[in-house]
C-alpha cells in the first residue's frame, strides 16, 4: 500500500523560515498593544501629538530594512522598503474607509479609537490570512501569478477613473445579514452588545465593527496581491504589512488633511499598482532588479506629491474664480432718490 503524505501544513506558508515570521508578528502584536495603551488612551489626540507619532512610526518603520536586510540580504531588504511604502499609501484608503464607516453610523468620538484598533487588527489577522493563502496558492498553481496581475490590473484602472468608489456601508450584506440575525439597540457606551428581557441586543458599534471587517477583507483581497508583485518572500511580506499597519490611529487624526493635500492620490497609485501588475506579468521573462522596483515606486510618489502641491499653488495664484482675489470690496452706499419735483397747483 502506498503511503499518502499529509497535506501541507499552514507553516509551509510562511516561508523558509517560519521562526523569524513568528518573530515579526510578535513584535508587531506587541507594539500595536503598546500603541493601545500610550497614544492618546481615553481622549481625542491633538493635531500635533499626531503628527509626532506617525513621524515616528514611519522612521521605525523604515528602519526596520536595516535588520531585515542584514538578516535575510540587501535585495530582501530593499524589496521590504518597497513593499512597505506601497502598502503604507493603500492604508490610507484604509482609513478613510474607516472614516466613512464612523460617520455613517454615527460612531460617538470617544468610541471610535477602540473600533480603530479592533479594525487595525482585524486588518492584520485578514492580511495574514491572504498572504498565507497566497503564498500557498502561488506554489501550486503557477498561473495565480498571471490573475493576481490581471486583477492589480483592473484594480489600477478603477483607481485611475475613479471608479473605486466607497459605497453605503449599511448596504454592505455581512451588516444586513447581522441586523436580520439581531436586533439593534441604541449605544450603550463602549459595548458591542447588551442582554435585555433574555434577548441579545447589537448596538450600532456592533454593526460599525462588521463593516470595518468587512472591510478589512476587501483591502486584504486588494493590497496582498501588490506585495506579491514586489517580492516572493512571505518573511518580507509579513514585516511589510505588519509594520505598514501600526501607527494608523495617530494617521488617522490626519486623513482628512493628508487626503485634501494630496489631491492626486488615487491616480498616484493606480500607476503605482499598473507598474507592480506588469512587473509581475513579466516576471518569467525578465526578473525586475529589487533596487530598480523600489527606485520606480519612489519616484512615483514623488512625482505625486510634487504635482499636488504645485496644483495646490497653482489653486492659490488663481484665487477663487471670480478672480478677486478673495477680498471683498466695501459695499458702497445707495444714492438718495431724487425728490419728486413739485406739481404746479391748478388755478382754483
Same mark, same amino acid.
Given at each position: 500500500? %502506498? ?92 482609513? %478613510? ?93 463602549? /459595548?458591542?452588545? %447588551? ?14 465593527? %462588521? ?48 487626503? /485634501? ?17 506588469? /512587473? ?6 525578465? /526578473? ?61
Amino acid at each position: 500500500m %502506498v503511503p499518502v503524505s499529509p497535506p501541507a501544513l499552514p507553516l509551509a506558508s510562511l516561508g523558509d523560515d517560519p521562526g523569524a515570521v513568528f518573530v515579526i508578528i510578535g513584535v508587531v502584536v506587541a507594539l500595536l498593544v503598546a500603541d493601545l495603551f500610550l497614544f492618546a488612551r481615553g481622549r481625542e489626540p491633538s493635531f500635533r501629538e499626531s503628527v509626532i507619532w506617525s513621524i515616528g512610526w514611519l522612521i521605525l518603520g523604515l528602519l526596520v530594512a536595516i535588520p531585515l536586510g542584514l538578516y535575510a540580504g540587501t535585495s530582501d531588504g530593499v524589496s521590504y522598503l518597497t513593499v512597505y511604502l506601497i502598502e503604507r499609501t493603500l492604508s490610507l484608503d484604509n482609513l %478613510v474607509v474607516f472614516l466613512l464607516i464612523f460617520g455613517s453610523f454615527a460612531v460617538p468620538h470617544r468610541e471610535r479609537g477602540k473600533l480603530l484598533f479592533w479594525g487595525i487588527a482585524m486588518a492584520l489577522v485578514m492580511r495574514g490570512v491572504a498572504i498565507v493563502v497566497g503564498v500557498g496558492l502561488i506554489e501550486r498553481f503557477h498561473i495565480v501569478v498571471y490573475i493576481l496581475g490581471a486583477g492589480l490590473l483592473i484594480l489600477a484602472w478603477k483607481m485611475w477613473a475613479g471608479s473605486a468608489e466607497h459605497t453605503d456601508p449599511h448596504k454592505n450584506p455581512f451588516v444586513r445579514l447581522v441586523s436580520r440575525m439581531y436586533p439593534v439597540g441604541d449605544y450603550e457606551g463602549s /459595548k458591542f452588545s %447588551v442582554r435585555r428581557d433574555g434577548k441579545r441586543i447589537l448596538t450600532p458599534m456592533a454593526l460599525a465593527l %462588521v463593516a470595518i471587517v468587512a472591510a478589512d477583507i476587501a483591502f486584504a483581497i486588494d493590497s496582498i496581491p501588490a506585495a506579491f508583485a514586489i517580492t516572493d518572500n512571505a518573511l518580507v511580506i509579513w514585516a511589510a504589512n505588519g509594520f505598514a499597519l501600526l501607527g494608523l490611529r495617530a494617521l488617522f487624526a490626519l486623513v482628512e488633511e493628508l487626503i /485634501k493635500r494630496f489631491r492626486y492620490l488615487n491616480q498616484t497609485v493606480a500607476v503605482v499598482l499598473g507598474v507592480v501588475a506588469v /512587473k509581475l506579468l513579466i516576471a518569467d521573462l525578465w /526578473k525586475m532588479p529589487a533596487l530598480v522596483s523600489l527606485s520606480i515606486v519612489v519616484g512615483l510618489f514623488a512625482a505625486g506629491i510634487l504635482l499636488s502641491m504645485a496644483a495646490d499653488r497653482r489653486d492659490e495664484a488663481a484665487g477663487p474664480p471670480d478672480g478677486s482675489g478673495g477680498e471683498l470690496e466695501p459695499a458702497s452706499e445707495p444714492e438718495a432718490e431724487p425728490e419728486p419735483e413739485p406739481q404746479p397747483s391748478s388755478a382754483s
